[in-house]
């Protein structure tokens, strides 16, 4: 596909996407880390100005000199940005102004790619693209948590419950000691943080074919799981008595009977679809009390060709930090991935959230390890007996 078809059709997605959601919940964030679908639609639209347009459209005037700062998400090369947590209080521009700002965008990316070929430009040009699968999974998990919100637990679309998937295979595969490559390899599109592609030696070891359920995990709260320290590491165990939580996220328990908020509104939770929507810490308590652990992110990586995964992001025991002969960016693209190596853990696979073409076994998803609202589950491995 050619790249300007392929640009046009992801920014189509952002677009239909966001047009179900009125637009009185456009601009609303509950939590620091959900950010408002206008500020996404802004966000991605501004990467390709900030990123592309400004360094090879001769001569480039701004749609407006204020959107960097309010639509800057991290990038400490541009300069200053509005506060995470003050997204949601951005009331202007209206979602009309930033519906002309991406209409503006998309004119000036139309006339970059069809004037000219240049390597730097298509990098860039695919960069942005992934830039925004990513927002698009974001606008998702962000809007959900909004929704959720609403006592009245709103639907955001008929019949889109997004975690009713079961799994379709059991059983475990056993994988044999021995030295292993992992990272990315080939010509295709990765992000840095994929690289540089390297060996690892394992021990023999056996992992899940299916990702836990939410009737394994019901087990694991009836069992007092989330009263029981032993299970939980000090970390998690300290976030747990300071949030109170006692459940997946979006879980409820009414009149004796466990529900779930989904995109089709509030439903009863069902046992046998696949897990979602747990923490790092949840998913290693529950690890341990089933005598099992979570797989390393190499172990996941090495399994993954013969392994049934894109329903859930897939939990690892590994932090995200850097592969050998990694390094970051000089200009703001490197700000991308390399400066939050620390504190975070990987995720392996992908979601039913992720856009289509945006998943590949060497992908290496993050967050810190109390965070929930992501389409999240848990894999099983344990030493090959």
Not at 157 to 180: P, R
Not at 279 to 305: D, H, M, Q
Not at 325 to 341: L, P, R
């Amino acid at each position: 596909m050619p790249l300007a078809e392929k640009y046009k059709n992801t920014r189509q997605v952002s677009e239909t996407l966001c047009s179900p959601v009125p637009e009185n919940l456009c601009n609303t964030q509950v939590i620091d880390y959900a950010s408002p679908p206008k500020w996404n639609l802004a966000h991605t639209s501004w990467f390709f100005e900030e990123m592309i347009l400004k360094k090879y459209v001769g001569d480039y005037r701004e749609f407006d000199p204020t959107f960097g700062f309010l639509f800057n998400s991290y990038y400490n090369h541009v300069g200053d940005r509005i506060a995470r947590d003050s997204r949601g209080d951005i009331s202007v521009p209206s979602m009309d102004t930033v519906s002309a700002y991406r209409n503006f965008i998309d004119d000036q990316m139309r006339s970059l790619l069809e004037s000219r070929s240049d390597p730097a430009v298509e990098a860039l040009t695919i960069l942005g693209i992934n830039h925004e699968q990513q927002h698009q999974e974001l606008f998702l998990t962000d809007l959900k948590y909004v929704l959720s919100r609403n006592s009245l637990y709103p639907s955001y679309g008929e019949g889109l419950n997004l975690v009713n998937d079961a799994n379709t295979t059991l059983g475990q595969l056993d994988i044999n000691e021995g030295l292993y490559e992992v990272g990315h390899t080939g010509d295709g599109f990765h992000f840095d943080n994929e690289c540089n592609r390297h060996k690892v030696y394992l021990n023999a070891y056996s992992i899940d074919r299916a990702l836990v359920t939410n009737a394994e995990y019901l087990d694991f709260i009836e069992d007092g799981g989330y009263e029981k320290f032993q299970y939980w590491l000090d970390d998690g165990w300290h976030w747990l008595q300071e949030s109170g939580i006692r459940a997946p996220l979006y879980w409820l328990r009414i009149n004796g009977h466990w529900h779930y908020y989904t995109f089709a509104g509030l439903q009863p939770v069902n046992p046998e679809a696949m897990l979602c929507h747990v923490s790092f810490y949840e998913a290693n308590a529950f690890a341990s009390w089933k005598g099992k652990r979570l797989p390393t992110e190499f172990e996941w990586e090495v399994a993954s060709a013969h392994l049934p995964w894109g329903k859930r992001w897939e939990w690892t025991n590994s932090a995200y930090l850097p592969y050998p002969g990694f390094s970051i960016g000089e200009d703001a693209v490197g700000e991308y991935n390399g400066k939050f190596m620390i504190n975070q853990m990987v995720l392996r696979g992908a979601s039913v959230a992720t856009p289509k073409h945006h998943s590949r076994p060497t992908y290496r998803n993050f967050f810190h390890p109390h965070l929930q609202w992501q389409f999240s589950g848990i894999r099983l491995a344990e030493r090959q007996r």
